[in-house]
C-alpha cells in the first residue's frame, strides 16, 4: 500500500465516524420518516459509489479524479433537485384544503407544509454534506506525497 491510498483510508474513517454518530443517534429512521422523495438514500449511494471510486484510484495510485469530482457535484445537484421536489410538496397541496374557519383543515395544511419543508431541508444538508466528503477525498489525493 501506497502513502495516497493511506491518507486516503484516514479521511474516509473521520468520515465513517462522523455518519456512524449520526447513524447512532437515529439519522437513518429520521431519514425514513421526514424524507418523502428518498432522495437522502440516492445521495448516500452516491457518495459510497465516489468513496469506493476514489479509493481504487489511490490504491492505483491513478491521478483521473474527473468521475468522482463529477459525482460530488452531483450530490449537491440531486440534493437541490430534493430541494425543488420538498417545496413543491409543500406549496402544491396545502392551500387547496386551506379553511381557516376549519381548526383541523389547518392543522392538516401546517403538517403537510411541515413534510415538505422537512424533505427539502432534508436533501440540501445529505447533498452538501456528501459533496463536501467526496470534495476532500479528492483534494486530498490531488496533493503530491513524496
Not at 43 to 54: A, D, G, K, P
Not at 60 to 83: I, Y
Request: charged share 15%; glycine share 8%.
Amino acid at each position: 500500500m501506497n502513502k495516497r491510498f493511506l491518507v486516503w483510508w484516514l479521511v474516509v474513517v473521520m468520515q465513517l465516524v462522523g455518519l456512524g454518530v449520526a447513524v447512532y443517534y437515529g439519522a437513518i429512521p429520521f431519514l425514513m420518516e421526514h424524507d418523502a422523495t428518498k432522495l437522502s438514500f440516492v445521495i448516500i449511494i452516491m457518495w459510497l459509489f465516489s468513496t469506493v471510486s476514489i479509493g481504487y484510484r489511490s490504491l492505483k495510485d491513478r491521478n483521473d479524479f474527473e468521475t468522482p469530482w463529477f459525482l460530488g457535484e452531483s450530490c449537491m445537484t440531486v440534493g437541490m433537485v430534493g430541494t425543488v421536489i420538498g417545496f413543491m410538496l409543500m406549496l402544491g397541496s396545502s392551500f387547496t384544503e386551506i379553511d381557516p374557519s376549519n381548526i383541523d383543515s389547518m392543522k392538516r395544511v401546517i403538517i403537510d407544509m411541515a413534510a415538505g419543508m422537512s424533505t427539502a431541508l432534508l436533501t440540501t444538508l445529505c447533498g452538501l454534506v456528501a459533496s463536501l466528503f467526496v470534495k476532500v477525498q479528492v483534494i486530498v489525493q490531488e496533493q503530491e506525497y513524496a
